[in-house]
């Protein structure tokens, strides 16, 4: 079992910056690929970025040069780094775990609003 913990959302202008915390705690935590996806309405959580248990990164189209996902394993702990935000990053974010980036993505945390004003 895998509890995942997110922090760090809120409320930032246009154009400004937040950073997204996910603590780990239950199984090794370097064990599992970390993810952050985001809630589309009508659909499945799709992936902003995830790291694999190596450190390989992968990111949406929407979100490339802008949000960096790192991890931390020292901590038990995984990053997302949101520069130059925009109004449509608004959204619920979620920190999972996953064996590997191919999934299953069977841990959650309970969201991180994210809400950018114009």
């Known amino acids: 079992q895998v509890r995942l913990i997110e922090s760090g959302g809120g409320l ?7 950073r997204l915390s996910c603590a780990a705690s239950g ?11 985001h809630q589309v309405p009508g659909k499945e959580r799709e992936p902003v970025a995830t790291i694999s248990r ?7 189209d929407s979100v490339k040069g802008r949000f960096t996902i790192s991890r931390d394993n020292g901590k038990n702990t995984v990053y997302l780094q949101m520069n130059s935000l925009k109004v449509e990053d608004t959204d619920v974010y979620y920190c999972a775990a996953a064996p590997s ?13 994210v809400t950018v004003s114009s």
């Open 27 to 37: 199984r090794t935590f370097s064990g599992y690929a970390m993810g952050w996806f």
């Open 12 to 18: 930032v202008q246009a154009g400004g910056s937040l």
């Open 54 to 60: 190596n450190g390989t990164t992968t990111y949406a």
């Open 101 to 113: 980036t191919l999934g299953p993505w069977s841990y959650w945390g309970q969201g991180a609003q």
